[in-house]
């Protein structure tokens, strides 16, 4: 069973640029790898920046209005900014099961359970990447976005749920690659939750989400996306 007071929970209350992030969870999911440091769930937010995957398509940065960075994660092109709240999860899987779709698909259930506790039903949709529910005008949109990347079996990345962003900052790139459905948000939806509410309820669940990793899951991941 794992012990909760091994992991740092860090919250920030200012938005961190993403290239110091991206530093910082690097340095760290080395450092884990060593034995040099412990685990870390770190809930932030960024400044408007756009991110691009190993697979992203300059095509698809249609109004590069932001800071476009090379994230060094899979995937395509991601939008962060503020009132998106970002979970980097820094986890040891040698002391856990090693089941990396397992993993994935631990961390997209704790996302769609802690969405559920704001009254947002929300589901994984095969053969497309991220967390989807459905939209203020009635069709599915992304309210999510979910996926890690794995170094000698220490995870980095993470998830980014739409809690209150300016949702036109989503048409400067084709998100993930995916034309035909939109993104909405808690706030698109009639919800009003802040960071701190969100990190409480998603804090709430992580011993749940944690007893997962002691067993493989072996229900299949479908999302491939870092944020």
Not at 56 to 70: G, I, K, N, Q
Not at 119 to 129: L, S
Request: hydrophobic letters at 40%.
């Amino acid at each position: 069973m794992t012990d909760l007071s091994t992991i740092e929970i860090r919250r920030e209350a200012e938005p961190v640029p993403y290239r110091e992030a991206l530093e910082a969870m690097t340095v760290r999911n080395a450092a884990i790898a060593e034995g040099s440091a412990g685990d870390l769930l770190w809930l932030l937010e960024h400044p408007p920046v756009y991110t691009a995957g190993t697979s992203a398509d300059r095509a698809e940065l249609l109004d590069p209005r932001f800071e476009v960075v090379e994230a060094g994660r899979g995937g395509r092109y991601t939008y962060h900014g503020p009132g998106q709240r970002i979970g980097y999860v820094l986890l040891d899987l040698r002391s856990r099961a090693r089941d990396v779709r397992g993993f994935v698909h631990a961390v997209e259930g704790w996302v769609i359970d802690t969405l559920g506790d704001f009254g947002v039903p929300a589901w994984r949709a095969q053969g497309r990447i991220g967390i989807w529910c459905q939209g203020a005008d009635g069709r599915e949109a992304k309210i999510g976005a979910i996926g890690v990347r794995i170094r000698r079996w220490v995870t980095m990345h993470g998830f980014s749920v739409n809690l209150s962003p300016d949702l036109a900052h989503f048409g400067g790139i084709v998100p993930c690659g995916i034309e035909e459905f939109g993104v909405t948000s808690l706030k698109d939806l009639g919800k009003d939750v802040s960071s701190a509410q969100w990190d409480e309820a998603l804090l709430a669940r992580f011993p749940a989400f944690l007893a997962q990793l002691d067993v493989a899951c072996p229900a299949p991941a479908v999302s491939q996306e870092t944020p």
